[in-house]
């Protein structure tokens, strides 16, 4: 295992490689880290040279001085510049995002984009006025429990006002990424959660996960090339089924050419 950083736009940025096979970029998400998706990681590293880092403000990444997607995109393309071959790149959540404006981009820098439970094109924002309040206390309260992981590879120094105005800001990016998608001409796999916001029937629960799911249609109709796979679960579900996602990774490594 090879452990390195690289400091940039005021931040650093730590970087772990390690495995062998096909070399794969895992590229976290908005309040996720290296540390906490060590499973998916071990699983890919049987197979893949597997590199992960922490986004700035997570982990073991220093704090900034802004966090917006375009700052989080200068991250991952960081790191990107590091390496010595051509990825398959992953992304989580605000990762995959990350990864699809990168991909379009800089088109002959990776293999093949493999996207977990982001980069969708929903019809409709989630982020409006009738749901802003439960928004910013779900997120205050979120801030709260993450003060218990201050030092350690789990933190995550956002305060709940800069998580909300970047899943505002990942609202926008989302109106507009079917663009982005129609210059890319890799293979894209999506892996997607059939219940997004949870399972339970009340409240905008519902609601969420038939935009989630019209997004995706709404995706595939136009890009039927892109191969998606749902799994019953909600957005945790890099940790909760990291077995299966391996896998589905694992097979479009087998189908994205060298």
């Not at 990681?41 to 403000?57: E, K, S, Y």
């Not at 605000?94 to 404006?101: F, I, K, N, Q, S």
């Not at 789990?154 to 210059?183: C, F, G, K, M, P």
């Not at 890009?223 to 909600?234: K, R």
């Given at each position: 295992?090879?452990?390195?950083?690289?400091?940039?736009?005021?931040?650093?940025?730590?970087?772990?490689?390690?495995?062998?096979?096909?070399?794969?970029?895992?590229?976290?998400?908005?309040?996720?880290?290296?540390?906490?998706?060590?499973?998916?990681?071990?699983?890919?590293?049987?197979?893949?040279?597997?590199?992960?880092?922490?986004?700035?403000?997570?982990?073991?990444?220093?704090?900034?001085?802004?966090?917006?997607?375009?700052?989080?995109?200068?991250?991952?393309?960081?790191?990107?510049?590091?390496?010595?071959?051509?990825?398959?790149?992953?992304?989580?959540?605000?990762?995959?995002?990350?990864?699809?404006?990168?991909?379009?981009?800089h088109p002959d820098a990776v293999a093949g984009l493999v996207l977990i439970d982001g980069a969708n094109p929903v019809p409709e924002p989630f982020?409006?006025?009738?749901?802003?309040?439960?928004?910013?206390?779900?997120?205050?309260?979120l801030a709260t429990r993450q003060e218990a992981e201050r030092g350690t590879a789990r933190q995550v120094l956002l305060t709940a006002q800069e998580?909300?105005?970047?899943?505002?800001?990942?609202?926008?990016?989302?109106?507009?990424?079917?663009?982005?998608?129609?210059?890319?001409?890799?293979?894209?796999?999506?892996?997607?959660?059939?219940?997004?916001?949870?399972?339970?029937?009340?409240?905008?629960?519902?609601?969420?996960?038939?935009?989630?799911?019209?997004?995706?249609?709404?995706?595939?109709?136009?890009?039927?090339?892109?191969?998606?796979?749902?799994?019953?679960?909600?957005?945790?579900?890099?940790?909760?089924?990291?077995?299966?996602?391996?896998?589905?990774?694992?097979?479009?490594?087998?189908?994205?050419?060298?």
């Amino acid at each position: 295992m090879r452990h390195f950083t690289i400091h940039h736009d005021g931040v650093t940025i730590p970087v772990s490689r390690g495995g062998r096979g096909r070399p794969l970029v895992l590229c976290p998400g908005l309040n996720s880290t290296q540390a906490g998706l060590h499973e998916l990681t071990g699983l890919l590293r049987r197979d893949h040279d597997v590199v992960t880092f922490d986004l700035r403000g997570h982990g073991l990444a220093s704090a900034a001085g802004r966090y917006s997607f375009d700052a989080f995109l200068s991250d991952l393309a960081a790191v990107m510049a590091e390496l010595d071959a051509v990825p398959v790149l992953v992304g989580y959540s605000l990762g995959a995002d990350l990864a699809v404006h990168y991909a379009s981009e800089h088109p002959d820098a990776v293999a093949g984009l493999v996207l977990i439970d982001g980069a969708n094109p929903v019809p409709e924002p989630f982020i409006t006025e009738a749901v802003l309040p439960e928004f910013r206390a779900m997120w205050a309260d979120l801030a709260t429990r993450q003060e218990a992981e201050r030092g350690t590879a789990r933190q995550v120094l956002l305060t709940a006002q800069e998580i909300l105005e970047l899943n505002v800001e990942i609202d926008v990016v989302r109106s507009r990424i079917l663009d982005r998608y129609r210059t890319i001409d890799r293979p894209i796999s999506m892996i997607m959660s059939t219940s997004m916001a949870g399972d339970g029937g009340e409240g905008h629960a519902p609601r969420f996960n038939r935009n989630w799911r019209a997004g995706i249609e709404r995706l595939v109709r136009e890009q039927p090339h892109i191969a998606t796979s749902w799994l019953d679960a909600d957005h945790g579900l890099v940790f909760s089924h990291a077995p299966e996602i391996a896998q589905i990774i694992r097979r479009a490594g087998q189908a994205t050419p060298c």
